[in-house]
């Protein structure tokens, strides 16, 4: 590192399980980008986004649980998937030194919904979308995902939460977790809760009667990238969609939001694939 080194950091708690610092370094590294990007666990984001202001090296953050809306209030200005959605995942200082906040998750679980209702000669715009949790990623999912087209119908383990964040999003909502139920119809499943992340591998938001074959089932959870939730899905022989996919489309877009779509675009799929033993590691 010199004095021309630009650092980016990961706000949350916990986040020893995460896998951006790994990802955005050999991305960064590979690209020869002057830039480190570290964990930050906190209890307090607002102080550490007060205190980064003061040093023009801190040009950003991602943000993850349990701290995606409160970084959303922090923030000086929110993008429009931000403002819409309550929550932010990325952090980018502006020209004028204030911190803007924006959500690459939602533009990430579109994609890939869409990618996988086409190999199943299915159209994201009209497929209903079951939608678990009401946090930060359930949020971003949720907007996303109406935006296009989709049915989604949102389900939690609180229901005064659950209404509240469906009422917000303009989404139905279902219910309890474990009325998510297959239906026999192509649908979605996503699961945007924390249910299933490292060191609790052994469970899953929902049982096998969530999942059937015309069932597309996504998760947010990446570490494990075999959760027991897509180990379900799987069984049932449902389609899926692992949290490393989603991931790694997120990153990609935060990496265009700090450094520009120059270096975004140069992150093709064996860039991509290069990093992928550093994510898992």
């Known amino acids: 590192m010199t004095r021309a080194t630009k650092a980016i950091g990961l706000l949350g708690k916990p986040v020893g399980h995460s896998?951006?610092?790994?990802?955005?370094n050999a991305v960064l590294g590979t690209l020869n980008v002057d830039a480190v990007y570290t964990w930050l666990e906190t209890d307090?984001?607002?102080?550490?986004?007060?205190?980064?202001?003061?040093?023009?090296?801190?040009?950003?953050?991602?943000?993850?649980i349990p701290h995606k809306e409160r970084v959303a209030r922090a923030c000086d200005r929110l993008a429009k998937d931000a403002k819409a959605t309550g929550a932010v995942n990325t952090v980018v200082r502006s020209s004028d030194g204030a911190w803007v906040g924006?959500?690459?998750?939602?533009?990430?679980?579109a994609r890939a919904l869409e990618s996988a209702a086409r190999l199943r000669n299915l159209e994201l715009g009209g497929l209903p979308v079951h939608l678990l949790g009401a946090g930060g990623a359930a949020r971003a999912a949720a907007f996303a995902l109406r935006a296009a087209g989709a049915r989604v119908t949102l389900f939690d383990r609180t229901e005064e939460k659950g209404r509240r964040v469906a009422s917000?999003?303009?989404?139905?909502?279902?219910?309890?977790?474990?009325?998510?139920?297959?239906?026999g119809s192509p649908r979605a499943l996503v699961?945007?809760?924390?249910?299933?992340?490292?060191?609790?591998?052994?469970?899953?938001?929902?049982?096998?009667?969530a999942f059937d074959e015309p069932t597309i089932a996504a998760d947010f959870v990446y570490t494990p990238e075999a959760t027991r939730f897509l180990e379900l899905a799987r069984a049932r022989n449902a389609a899926t969609v692992t949290g490393?996919?989603?991931?790694v489309l997120q990153a990609r877009g935060q990496l265009e939001l700090w450094f520009g779509k120059h270096v975004a675009t140069r992150v093709s799929e064996r860039v991509a694939r290069r990093a992928r033993p550093w994510v898992r590691s």
Request: proline share 8%; no cysteine; glycine share 10%.
């Open 191 to 209: 699961n945007a809760t924390s249910v299933g992340m490292t060191p609790d591998v052994a469970s899953s938001p929902v049982g096998p009667d």
């Open 168 to 183: 917000e999003l303009g989404v139905e909502f279902g219910g309890s977790l474990e009325q998510a139920r297959a239906t």
């Open 19 to 24: 896998r951006s610092p790994k990802l955005h």
């Open 244 to 247: 490393l996919e989603l991931f």
């Open 44 to 64: 307090e984001p607002e102080a550490i986004l007060a205190q980064a202001k003061l040093d023009a090296g801190w040009i950003g953050f991602s943000t993850t």
């Open 102 to 109: 924006h959500n690459t998750d939602a533009p990430a679980i």
